[in-house]
DNA sequence: TTTTGCTTTGGCAAGTTTTGTCCAAAACTA
DNA sequence: TAGTTTTGGACAAAACTTGCCAAAGCAAAA
């Protein structure tokens, strides 16, 4: 139940800093983005991406595929959050992804 | 295992057009776009958007759910196919809408 | 109260992506 | 062959995203 815990990833990467006692400045210039950047990031209002995952998860020592899990599945739920079938797209797109791989092992 | 069928949502609809066997021209013209946008929409080369998917429904006598379900679940598969946790991910974005769905109903 | 440091906000300009449209060539049909 | 349908490329306009900066807000210390 770590991962699926209702944070969004600007939430949970927000504690993260606060839990290190550091300021959006210091992680900000770690991450060489700017200041309001991260700001934004932390309040969802801005996408992060690969390079800022990255350091994300060298400089708190968490498992970027964590992270990744956490980035992309928000973005899904706010795609979908506002849809009468969320569930049903969810499941259809499960089963494709399993059929894929299938294939793709051959 | 009807929307479970392994097909992208272009050639969904193009299945449909080619049973009612009408030329893209005409599809195209009643959606009022152009043939060759609709083109690539069914060689997903391009996105669908809602004026065109109610059209379809319209035109085919689709249930428009459904198609929105095979379009939604086309693109998030879409999203996920090279990703290492594609499943995890899923699965973190449906306890996610499900806990929304909870709480929405309060 | 004033200062200091941290965070938030708004907005702009540049860059990127997506869209709609047109056209010509390719593919298909009869 | 001609006639029709489908495709792909080019292009500008529109929409969206990004990086950056300045100003405002806020809280705690001096």
Redesign the pocket.
């Known amino acids: 139940m770590s991962k699926i815990d209702n944070i969004t990833f600007g939430a949970y990467i927000r504690k993260l800093r606060e839990q290190a006692k550091l300021?959006?400045?210091k992680v900000a210039a770690e991450l060489d983005?700017?200041?309001?950047?991260l700001?934004?990031i932390?309040?969802n209002e801005?996408?992060a991406?690969e390079q800022i995952i990255e350091g994300i998860s060298r400089i708190f020592q968490i498992d970027k595929s964590e992270l990744k899990v956490r980035y992309l599945s928000d973005k899904i739920t706010y795609q979908l959050i506002h849809e009468e079938n969320g569930l049903e797209i969810l499941k259809v797109a499960e089963a494709r992804i399993k059929y894929q791989k299938r294939v793709n092992r051959k």
């Open positions: 300021p959006l400045r983005i700017d200041t309001s950047t700001s934004k932390e309040k801005r996408n991406n």
